[in-house]
């Protein structure tokens, strides 16, 4: 079986975009590119606006993935079923895209009887575990989010027990946003590994404005540029030439 | 929190409501609402079998995939792996299709409260008889996963430990499909999440510590694989337990069996007091043992007392017969 590699980003933010272009537009966009957008609003104490908690959904949404609202305390668990859940969503998208085309438009997994679905179920399980995973995390580190930082980076690291135990191979991308000069700034580039991100998260520059959807554009250019590269074993040489910056 | 993430709206049922299934054609007497956990809600029912439970989501995925998890089991059952599979269906509703299935009932105590209303052994006993269960699962090719007292029930007539949820069941080998924080080595910082007997005996470990501490505790931030041992120590009942909970945590247990066979051995030597203030074996049988070692002591204390003053008596009647002598010469 030709295994193919998921794709997503994965944006955690804690309020609305305010600089730049439309991220649900951005978000739209990504999913043409085979990427799915899937988004974490992270809540302090109080709750997040109404305006929000509508941006968060509305791109997941149109990035064809999954959205999720908690509260800081909660977000590792959060992280990893976010994570898991698209994954299965992407596959199932692409089962059911097989389905219609061979009972004709209009037919999903709900339309087949409940002995068969069960056996496709199987098949969408297997693939989810040993599929390839490719992540882009995005995190929002305008003013906001400082105290909401060490959440973040502990929800992260749970993610990569979680994904280390996968059989496929996980690659992750650590950006953050918005960056010092340019809309995002690179903390980790590609890589397998994560157990550099306690570090990766002491450079952090706190900023004040949340490009949301510059930042989107950014990794989809990004993992465009990745995707072309894949299979050249450039990366190594992608790492040293950007590490000057 | 969890249900933003399928748009679809929950399915509530209410007691009396039929639910016909749109494939089978069977139908069930809603009765009431049983429990809620992350794939569906449960409800107990009546149909044409008698009470049932049935689950039912707005997901098919995760309901699709329990019960192909559930099928497995109901094809080469033992009388405790878990419920057993009946029907699986969907339910037509204004709102939409709802994937549901339906499985035994099984009706008994939960866990937590049975194992705190009764004496400290009765956990040991349990998890005997759960361990039991999960070395039959794990040699099958399965590990629970998402093991924790609400999965968990105690059937009576005889006291039986159940199991409820299939939905954490993943493949040997596989990343565990779902889990909780507490009962998971992965949040701890003590291994990975990948599915493996190891993993369940972790949880069964914390199933011990979850009856000292009920409302649970979360790690600090200066954690450490150590914490979880200081916090067992905190609780003086739980110490008889303690070499079996600390080689659970380890992950140094390769199955099921040596941590069964482990812990009937400990529960065999171990006098657990009726009175909850002293039901501490372990700490009486070292105390009887520091008792007997220190009369051993004492005993042989007196043995070289006694010795001591054999060789002075002897000495001493000695120097008495040379004092004579002294005296025969001199006169």
Known sequence: MGRGTIRQILLLTDGCSNSGEDPVAIAALAKEDGISVNVI???????????G??????????????????????LSQTVQMVTRKAMTQTIHGVVNKEISQILGEEKELEDIEPEKRGKLMEVVDELGETMDLDVFILVDTSASMRNKLPMVQEALLDLSISLRSR??????????????????????????????????????????????????????????????????????????????? | MRDSISKKQECKLIPNQRVVGKWHRNSYRIIRQLGYGATG?????????????????????????????LRQFSKVQGPNLGPSFIDTDDYVSVNGVYPFYIMEYIQGEEFLPFIRQKGVEWVGILIIQLLKDLQELHQSGWVFGDLKPENLLVSQKPFQVRWLDAGGMTRVGRSIKEYTE??????????????????????????????????????????????LLTKFKEKEELKAYEPIFKKGIEGKYSSANEMRNELIALIKNTSFSPKPLYNNSGSTKTRKRNKVKKQKESNKKRFRLIGLMESMLVGSFLLFLYILYLFGQTV
């Open chain 2, 182 to 227: 507490f009962f998971d080595r992965g949040y701890w910082g003590l291994g990975s999440r990948k599915a493996e007997p190891s993993y369940d005996l972790f949880s069964v470990s914390m199933l011990f510590i979850n009856r000292a501490f009920p409302s649970r505790f979360e790690k600090d931030s200066s954690m450490n694989p150590t914490q």
């Open chain 2, 41 to 69: 809600t449960v409800y107990l029912a009546e149909g044409k079998e008698g009470l049932v439970a049935l689950k039912i989501a707005s997901d098919s995925m995760s309901i699709t995939s329990e019960v192909n998890v």
């Open chain 1, 167 to 245: 059989t496929g191979k996980n690659h992750y991308a650590l950006y953050s946003f918005p960056g010092k000069r340019k809309d995002i700034d690179k903390l980790i580039q590609w890589t397998p590994h994560f157990d550099t991100i306690s570090s990766a998260f002491k450079k952090l520059s706190m900023g004040g404005i949340t490009p949301t959807g510059p930042a989107l554009q950014e990794a989809i250019r990004l993992f465009q540029k990745r995707m072309k590269k894949r299979g050249t074993d450039e990366d190594e040489r992608f790492d040293l030439e950007e590490a000057g910056m």
């Open chain 1, 41 to 51: 609003g992270i809540v302090d104490n109080g709750d997040m606006n109404e305006q």
């Open chain 1, 53 to 74: 908690i509508s941006e968060v959904e509305s791109i997941a949404e149109s990035g064809g993935g999954i959205s999720q609202i908690v509260y800081a305390k909660q």
